[in-house]
C-alpha cells in the first residue's frame, strides 16, 4: 500500500493501529515524547496486567455505561477473545483468574511489550518495518494543517504524512507521557471535546467532626495505608441506580482508594460535582447477616470492653473498629441496635476525587460525536483518533486496555481505507 502514516502516541493504542496499518503495508512513523514505548502499559504490569475480562460480551459492554452502545463495533470486532488471541501470536499465553479477570501466565507487561515491539520494528511478510521515533513531542500542525509540528532533542521539526493516528492518552500520571496536552491543539482544530476527568480514583473524605478536616489525627497515624477487607460499598452510579459490590479498599492519608472504591469512582465523581459531596455507604462485615450481627451486639458483655467484645464475637478489629470510632458518636457505639445497624451500613461521606493526576484513567476526551465511524475527527479529515483520549470510561478489570487496544485497531483501519480512498 502507498501512503504515509503517522502514529502519535506509543501506548496501547497507537502501537494496535501501527500494527494494522503495517500488515496493511503502509508506511508507519510512531513519534512519542518519551524516551521508550508503552510506559504506563509497563506500570499496569505491575498490577498483574489485566489485558480483559473473560464476560460474555452483552455484560462486558455493559461497563462502559452510557457509552455502550458507541463503542460497541469496535469491541464486537476486538474483544476480549480477540485480545487473548493477539497476545497468543505474540507468543504470552494468557490465564482467567478467580474473578475472570484474564491476565498474561507471567503477570507481566514487559515480555509482551518487548515481542509487539520486535515484531513492528522488523516487519517481515509483507509488514514494512515501523520506523519509531521516540523523544518526539507532538505540537499541533503547521498553519496551514499540511504537516505535523513536533519537537526532539534537535530542536523542532515538521513531518508530513498522509494520514494521521492521534493516540496520546488521557491525563493520569503524567510523568509517564499522558499529560493531556493535546486537549487545546485538538479544541484548536474544532474537534468537540469534554473536560479531562479523574476515573478509577481515589478520594478525599468529608471532615469526620465539627473540627477535623478530613480523618482525625489517630486515625490516619493508626489506619493509613491499611487494607479493609472484606467489605462491601453499597453507592449510586452515574444514573442514579444503587449497586453494591464486595471487595477491598484502602485507608489513605486524606480518604479511601482501591480497587472497590474506584468501582464505584465515576458515580461518585458525578454526585460530588453535582452537590458538592457523596455518600458511600460501607458494609464491615458482608458475611454477616443484620440479625447475626445484631444478636452479638446485644450479647451481655460482662465486664469486656466492647472492642474485646466485637473482637471476640464478630472479628472487628484494627482499621474497621477505627472507622467505627471515627464514625460513630459515643451515644452510637453504646447502642447495640445502633451499633449493629451502623456495621452493616455505615456512611461514608467524601468531599472531592483525588487528583487526576493520580487516577488509573481518565474520563472525558475527543467526544465520540465529533468522529465518523472510522474514528476520524469530522473536523479534521485524515486525522483519527484512538484509546484513553476518547470520551468513555470504565471500570478496572481489563476493560479500559481492551478498549485501547479495539480503538486503536478501528483508527488504524480508518486511516488504511483513506490511504485507499485518497
Ligand atoms: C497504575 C496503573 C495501572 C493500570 N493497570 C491496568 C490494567 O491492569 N488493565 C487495564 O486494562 N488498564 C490498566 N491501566 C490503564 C491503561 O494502562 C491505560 O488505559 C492505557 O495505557 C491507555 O492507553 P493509550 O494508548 O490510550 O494511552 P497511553 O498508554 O497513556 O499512551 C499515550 C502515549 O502518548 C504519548 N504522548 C502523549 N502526549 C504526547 C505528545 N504531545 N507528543 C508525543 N507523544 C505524546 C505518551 O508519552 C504515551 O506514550 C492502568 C493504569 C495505571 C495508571
Known sequence: MKGSVAVIGAGPAGLMAADVLQAGGASVHVFDAMASAGRKFLLAGIGGLNLTHSEALPGFLARYAERAPALQPFLADFGPDAVRAWAGELGIETFVGTSGRVFPKDMKAAPLLRAWLHRLRAGGAGRPPVQFHMRRRWLGWTGDGSALCLAGPDGESTFAADATVLALGGASWPRLGSDGAWVPLLAGRGVAIAPLRASNCGFDVAPTGPDRTGWSAHLRERFAG?????????????????????????????????????????????????????????????????????????????????????????????????????????????????????????????????????????????????LDASLMARAAPGVFVAGEMLDWEAPTGGYLLTACLATGRAAGRGALAWLQGR
Not at 452515574?238 to 464486595?246: L, P, Y
Not at 447477616?289 to 469486656?304: H, M
Open 226 to 370: 491499611e487494607p479493609v477487607k472484606p467489605v462491601a460499598i453499597s453507592a449510586a452510579d452515574a444514573a442514579g441506580v444503587v449497586h453494591r459490590q464486595q471487595g477491598e479498599f484502602v485507608v489513605t492519608e486524606t480518604g479511601v482508594e482501591g480497587s472497590l472504591v474506584y468501582a464505584f469512582s465515576a458515580g461518585l465523581r458525578e454526585q460530588i460535582a453535582a452537590r458538592g459531596e457523596a455518600t458511600l455507604v460501607l458494609d464491615l462485615l458482608p458475611q454477616h447477616t443484620p440479625e447475626q450481627v445484631r444478636a452479638e451486639t446485644r450479647r451481655p458483655r460482662g465486664a469486656r470492653s466492647l472492642s474485646t467484645h466485637l473482637k471476640s464475637r464478630l472479628h472487628l478489629q484494627g482499621v474497621k473498629m477505627g472507622l467505627l470510632h471515627e464514625l460513630l458518636t459515643p451515644a452510637q457505639m453504646n447502642d447495640p441496635d445502633a451499633l449493629a445497624g451502623l456495621i452493616k451500613a455505615l456512611p461514608l461521606r467524601l468531599a472531592a476525587p483525588r487528583p487526576i493526576a493520580e487516577a488509573i484513567s481518565s474520563a472525558g476526551g475527543v467526544r465520540l460525536d465529533a
